[in-house]
């Protein structure tokens, strides 16, 4: 990829917006670029350091394990269930089996609703890095599949069965636990533990 760090931040701006190719290459290698400039409808304030440390963290591809705390209505979920979800399978870490738990199957199901409403309707996205084609019998299931990319997303809850699983040749490659404990949960030493 060209060396698009000697250019200012402008530069790579209007670069980006007059340039698929620039912008799919950028995008590709970084998460931060692909949450602004993908993810924008989201962005409702200048995104604060700890989120720029939590998207940096994810294109850290040392980190084996990754556990996230911050304060409700922090984009915890948006940053990592959504955004990095997708930047995952496309951008370079090219995962193929990407594992979403939730506490509930509803919970599970919400964050696979919000994957799918993003791939059929973020235009942009579409443009840039799709087709994204609906497989009817996947798309009904707990899994979206991404025939172009040999991807698939599947969610799941706690209390479900995951072991074994594959897609194709693929294990799970990156798993994401999002809110797995309410205040029902953690209130006994058991829970907790």
Request: hydrophobic share 40%; with cysteine.
């Amino acid at each position: 990829m060209k060396n698009y760090r000697d250019l200012s931040r402008k530069e790579l701006i209007d670069l980006m917006v007059r340039d698929v190719k620039v912008r799919r290459a950028v995008t590709r290698e970084s998460h931060d670029w692909f949450f602004h400039l993908y993810f924008v409808h989201y962005i409702e304030y200048e995104t604060a350091p700890f989120q720029r440390e939590i998207i940096h963290l994810t294109e850290d591809e040392t980190k084996r394990i990754l556990a996230i705390t911050a304060f409700r209505g922090s984009a915890k979920s948006t940053l990592i269930t959504l955004s990095y979800v997708l930047w995952s399978v496309l951008g370079r870490q090219q995962k193929k089996f990407v594992v979403i738990l939730g506490r509930t199957q509803a919970q599970a199901n919400q964050y696979l609703k919000n994957l799918k409403d993003e791939i059929m309707r973020n235009e942009m996205l579409r443009l840039d890095l799709g087709p994204f084609e609906e497989q009817e019998d996947e798309w009904k299931a707990n899994s979206i599949v991404l025939p172009k990319h040999g991807v698939r997303i599947s969610a799941a809850s706690m209390e479900s069965a995951i072991r074994g699983v594959r897609h194709g040749q693929h294990r799970p490659d990156l798993i994401i636990c999002d809110d797995l404990e309410d205040s029902a949960s953690v209130k006994t030493k058991e829970g907790r533990e």
